[in-house]
């Protein structure tokens, strides 16, 4: 490896990580998080909720599969999460060259090259993963390994992230006779295909776009990255929608988004829930989920108003993992129940969703 390819993740506190260069040669700054899938990378790479991240992948093998072809069913993709990468850059240990997969068509590499977007391997990730876990969330630079790291780096938590990934006008998707409002705060497309598949027509709608003026049987308020506190006129627009009786159902984002409207508040976590292993367990019962998760915020479930309540609670820290109104068809889930890679063990509530509407 020749010397210009050596390059070094820089943390907020001086922390240094050496590593070589792969995919786009550039420099990138953003909130450093840790993802701890085997497989999946094409689909985190993609994932909205990733938007301001440098993201570091745990398993120590990545690359193997390539990056398979990209195909569009119902006018969403059948393989990505969205249409371009979001992360700001990609931390791993082993980058495997020699990638073997009957759908692949190009190499990890080529294709952050082809959306400019910087790696960086040869990373112990696994001291990288436990500095994460004992510091909290914390800030990284890539750099040059001959280059100092000027501090402060920019946090893109003081960005709203929401609006950055949101879609700019109204798209529609399948043609079922039941509508659903899907705002989109960052939306994952196997939120949409989970719900085209149960025979719905979605109107994806802007994050601040008012959808109260729209004629539906549903809402669903997606997933998305950054902080909620940013997202005041969704919470507005939800309001008023709370106040009706037609089903609502929020992902992730979404729970946060729901819980503001119901009054509560939401802070930011240590450092996060990133992991595809989360044990979560439905309230008032001994049944528990393995689920996926991907979020630095949560909702301070003790904050709610008297006609709300806690539906699900993470088994490793306590924190909530979703709500529920106590008359009225609203819930929430802040793991993610399209998971994509997986798992896909609480993908039921789709079908609790689109059977109350």
């Known amino acids: 490896m020749k010397q210009s390819d050596k390059i070094k993740l820089v943390l907020e506190n001086g922390l240094e990580f050496q590593g070589y260069s792969f995919g786009y040669r550039s420099e990138a700054d953003g909130e450093v998080v840790f993802n701890t899938a085997m497989v999946g990378y094409p689909e985190s790479l993609t994932d909205p909720s990733y938007s301001g991240q440098i993201l570091c992948i745990t398993y120590p093998i990545i690359g193997n599969y390539g990056i398979p072809g990209d195909k569009l069913e119902n006018g969403v993709s059948k393989v990505f999460e969205s249409e371009k990468i979001h992360v700001r850059a990609l931390v791993i240990s082993y980058y495997s060259e020699d990638y073997s997969h009957w759908d692949s068509v190009m190499s990890l ?37 001959d280059k100092e790291c000027v501090l402060p780096i920019p946090d893109p938590n003081l960005d709203n992230q929401v609006a950055i990934t949101s879609c700019k ?55 998305g990255p950054g902080n909620p506190a940013l997202c005041d006129e969704a919470v507005e627009h939800l309001k ?13 984002m979404g729970n946060q988004l729901m819980a503001r409207a119901a009054g509560a508040k939401t802070f930011k976590l240590k450092y996060g829930h990133r992991s595809h292993n989360q044990p979560v367990r439905l309230i008032g019962t001994e049944k528990c989920f393995i689920t996926s998760q991907n979020h630095g915020f949560a909702v301070d479930d003790s904050t709610l108003g008297a006609d709300w309540e806690p539906l699900f609670v993470n088994m490793n820290d306590g924190t909530n993992e979703g709500i ?27 079908d609790k969703f689109v059977n109350l509407l």
Request: with cysteine.
């Open 109 to 145: 590499d080529s294709w952050l090259k082809e959306h400019k977007i910087p790696g960086i391997y040869g990373v112990d990730t696994r001291e990288l993963t436990k500095v994460l876990r004992e510091k909290g969330a914390m800030l990284g630079r890539i750099i040059p390994a």
């Open 169 to 223: 006008e109204v798209v529609r998707y399948g043609s079922g006779k039941k509508k659903v409002v899907l705002v989109d705060c960052g939306v994952k497309n196997n939120i949409l295909r989970c719900l085209i598949r149960r025979n719905v027509e979605v109107i994806r709608v802007p994050w601040n776009y008012d959808f109260n003026q729209l004629d539906w049987d549903g809402l669903f308020i997606s997933n």
């Open 240 to 252: 008023v929608a709370l106040q009706g009786d037609k089903p609502v159902f929020g992902i992730c």
């Open 324 to 350: 529920k109104h106590k008359t009225k068809p609203f819930f929430s889930a802040q793991f993610h129940p399209e998971a994509t890679s997986g798992p896909t063990d609480t993908e039921f509530l789709f």
